[in-house]
């Protein structure tokens, strides 16, 4: 299935997607509820026809697609179409019918804060990874509470995860029971009229010195117990001339590339 990623909600359906992530199997009937992972944080130069993101994604698409996607994704973004700027930002977004409803961070009702948290969507991330220097990490944790049935998030900067906010049972249809999969990696979106943006560090994921890193990836059950992610989940590039991703060793890949123009 060609999913469109309609549901980011951080730009527009003229702007097509590009990507380069893991997807666990949809033929996993028991369902998926949740995933931790700590990603490489980085920042780029972006015009505001631009979009970098890494990030994991919640799904359930049983049932007709263009209408009922559920969704969540949450992790890290470059995107001055949204924010005006080329900072770097913690992100959430949601949907229950493939971005016809839902929003990111807190744009519209939906996605709930929890106090005491010393991040929230919407905030900056800084300083950024430099591969010569500061080591940015986030690890984000997003899973369903077995008692609730909400999808709790909980983030940590170069720490443990601590809880940020959650989205209610009540926004979704499907994923207010479970998820039929989950993604995790880069993705960056472009006006088709100007060269992809980088993705991840901008080194391709041959290179490991160099390229953006996520590792300590962990499958979340109904229980909350967790799974070091084994070489299962698929991967899937959608323009290997530009960006890549690695297979999964050990709960890690790499990921990225410097974009550009496809040959």
């Known amino acids: 299935m060609a999913y469109t990623m309609q549901f980011m909600a951080i730009t527009t359906s003229d702007m097509p997607m590009l990507y380069a992530l893991h997807k666990t199997t949809e033929n996993h009937h028991s369902g998926y509820y949740g995933l931790v992972a700590t990603m490489e944080v980085y920042g780029h130069t972006l015009t505001v026809k631009q979009i970098s993101t890494a990030a994991i994604y919640i799904l359930n698409a049983e049932g007709d697609f263009d209408e009922n996607l559920n969704a969540i994704s949450v992790g890290w973004v470059v995107s001055p179409p949204h924010f005006n700027d080329s900072q770097t930002y913690l992100f959430?977004?949601?949907?229950?019918?493939?971005?016809?409803?839902?929003?990111?961070?807190?744009?519209?009702?939906?996605?709930?804060?929890?106090?005491?948290?010393?991040?929230?969507?919407?905030?900056?991330?800084?300083?950024?990874?430099?591969?010569?220097?500061?080591?940015?990490?986030?690890?984000?944790?997003?899973?369903?509470?077995?008692?609730?049935?909400?999808?709790?998030?909980?983030?940590?900067?170069?720490?443990?995860?601590?809880?940020?906010?959650?989205?209610?049972?009540?926004?979704?249809?499907?994923?207010?029971?479970?998820?039929?999969?989950?993604?995790?990696?880069?993705?960056?979106?472009?006006?088709?009229?100007?060269?992809?943006?980088?993705?991840?560090?901008?080194?391709?994921?041959?290179?490991?010195?160099?390229?953006?890193?996520?590792?300590?990836?962990?499958?979340?059950?109904?229980?909350?117990?967790?799974?070091?992610?084994?070489?299962?989940?698929?991967?899937?590039?959608t323009d290997d001339k530009l960006y890549s991703v690695s297979r999964i060793a050990g709960g890690k890949i790499y990921y990225g590339g410097p974009g550009g123009r496809s040959a």
């Not at 041959?206 to 698929?234: C, E, F, H, W, Y």
């Open 92 to 237: 959430t977004t949601w949907t229950k019918d493939n971005g016809n409803t839902g929003c990111m961070n807190v744009d519209c009702e939906g996605f709930r804060l929890v106090s005491g948290s010393p991040i929230f969507p919407g905030d900056i991330i800084q300083p950024v990874y430099d591969i010569k220097g500061v080591r940015q990490n986030i690890t984000i944790k997003v899973f369903k509470d077995k008692s609730s049935g909400n999808w709790w998030v909980h983030c940590g900067l170069n720490s443990d995860p601590i809880p940020v906010g959650y989205f209610p049972a009540s926004l979704f249809s499907s994923l207010s029971v479970k998820a039929s999969a989950i993604w995790v990696g880069g993705h960056v979106i472009s006006d088709p009229r100007v060269s992809s943006p980088t993705m991840g560090s901008g080194a391709f994921a041959s290179d490991t010195r160099k390229a953006a890193l996520i590792r300590d990836i962990q499958l979340i059950d109904r229980d909350g117990k967790t799974t070091l992610v084994s070489n299962k989940m698929p991967t899937t590039v």
